[in-house]
């Protein structure tokens, strides 16, 4: 499983460098191939540990990933939009914060965790604490309103999203 963990990090390291120089000169390649290199021997043995490891050297599980990006984008779009119209007085209510405990179906830590950090980077939201044994997260919210669709409005979409990517 390191193997497979270090090729991995190895092909999408190169990936990030080659999109990052965006250049081919010789040195900056030798240079990239060292670097990155010296990350997959550091980092393989971390990341053999988790469900990761299938997703980085599956193509269906980049296409997973590349279409929760797009979801997360939209999500991002959307409350950051609600956020603004709350900024400026033109939805009601303006604030109603609080923290909401939502339950959640994940089956791993790591969708857990993905959907908390997803959801933490989504305007008005922030996951204050990701309880695995209950599946539960605790998230404080702007608008704060009907309990029974506490996840609908946090969560749903993006859990979907995630749960493409690790189930």
Same mark, same amino acid.
């Given at each position: 499983?390191?193997?497979?963990? !270090? ?26 191939? =060292? ?6 021997? *550091? ?10 490891? %299938? ?7 980049? #296409?997973? !990933?590349? @279409?929760?990006?797009?979801? @997360? ?5 959307? &409350? *950051?939009? %609600? ?16 923290? #909401? ?6 089956? *791993? ?6 959907? &908390?950090?997803? =959801? ?9 604490? #990701? ?5 539960? @997260? ?30």
């Amino acid at each position: 499983m390191k193997g497979k963990a !270090f090729i991995g990090i190895f092909i999408w390291g190169m990936v990030f460098w080659l999109l990052l120089t965006m250049s081919l000169n010789t040195w900056e390649v030798a240079a990239g191939v =060292i670097i990155v290199l010296l990350v997959s021997l *550091s980092a393989s043995a971390m990341l053999a540990e988790t469900k990761w490891v %299938d997703i980085l050297v599956n193509p269906v599980g980049w #296409v997973a !990933f590349l @279409l929760y990006l797009v979801s @997360l984008w939209w999500e991002i779009v959307k &409350a *950051s939009v %609600d956020v603004w119209l709350r900024s400026m007085g033109l939805k009601k209510p303006a604030v109603n914060a609080g923290v #909401v405990s939502i339950s959640v179906p994940n089956e *791993s830590v790591e969708s857990m965790v993905m959907l &908390a950090n997803s =959801i933490t980077l989504t305007p008005g939201t922030i996951t204050a604490k #990701v309880d695995k044994e209950n599946k539960k @997260l605790y998230i404080h919210w702007i608008a704060v309103g009907d309990e029974s669709r506490w996840y609908e409005d946090i969560a749903s979409s993006l859990n979907r999203a995630v749960r493409r990517v690790l189930p």
